[in-house]
């Protein structure tokens, strides 16, 4: 399996979901390979098809405020937040080719968090009720993807370095008894993100049987 990956930096969640359509319309026309992108977006809250516009605990005008975005998005799951210091990573793969399974699909990508936390000697779990990776009884890493025509969309997203005092303005992914943390809060110090997309693509690429290529970053941005 081919896998082109571009790294977009900081990138709105708006445009970054129109890559991600742009990409998914080439995947179901035979036109491109499978893409990996990482990349972190401006503070940004997103509610999945299946979320509670209730569990977000701050008015529009506090959102305002606080200069932060709102997304209904088409992604599974309730809300969660992204933000700089998180690194994003959305597969745009066709799942034809890993058996039509999305709930092994999902353990992939729980596989290859659990893999890249092992690396800088975090010891991170599934948990049996709630998709995601989780250190002790905290959340690191959330999950939320889109499958139609087989090919998937959305992706994951790894507490690096984020602003943890974001995620109280939320009740995150619905769930109220749980907390949230990061490798930095973990390690007790900053990683440096870098160290950590090098360690993740390594494991995205075992995990998934990938031979892994740098693409256009450029190329991606164009007519949107």
Request: net charge negative; hydrophobic share 40%.
């Amino acid at each position: 399996m081919l896998c082109v990956l571009c790294g977009l930096e900081l990138i709105d969640y708006g445009e970054a979901y129109h890559i991600q359509k742009r990409l998914w319309s080439q995947k179901v026309e035979g036109q491109a390979a499978d893409a990996l992108l990482l990349l972190e977006h401006p503070p940004t809250f997103t509610i999945g098809k299946s979320g509670k516009l209730e569990n977000l605990l701050l008015s529009k005008e506090e959102l305002n405020n606080e200069g932060m975005s709102l997304f209904f998005t088409d992604r599974g799951g309730d809300i969660t937040y992204h933000g700089p210091g998180q690194l994003v990573v959305y597969p745009i793969i066709d799942l034809k080719n890993r058996g039509k399974d999305i709930h092994r699909y999902i353990r992939d990508l729980e596989e290859v968090v659990i893999r890249t936390l092992a690396d800088l000697s975090i010891e991170a779990r599934r948990d049996e009720k709630n998709v995601g990776v989780w250190v002790g009884n905290e959340k690191i890493a959330a999950i939320g993807v889109s499958v139609r025509k087989w090919i998937a969309m959305h992706g994951l997203s790894l507490n690096v370095n984020p602003t943890l005092e974001h995620f109280s303005f939320i009740n995150p992914c619905g769930i109220l008894d749980r907390g949230i943390t990061s490798v930095s809060k973990v390690l007790s110090r900053d990683v440096p993100m870098e160290v950590v997309v090098k360690r993740l693509v390594n494991h995205f690429s075992e995990v998934f049987d990938a031979d892994i290529e740098w693409g256009s970053v450029n190329s991606l941005r164009c007519d949107l």
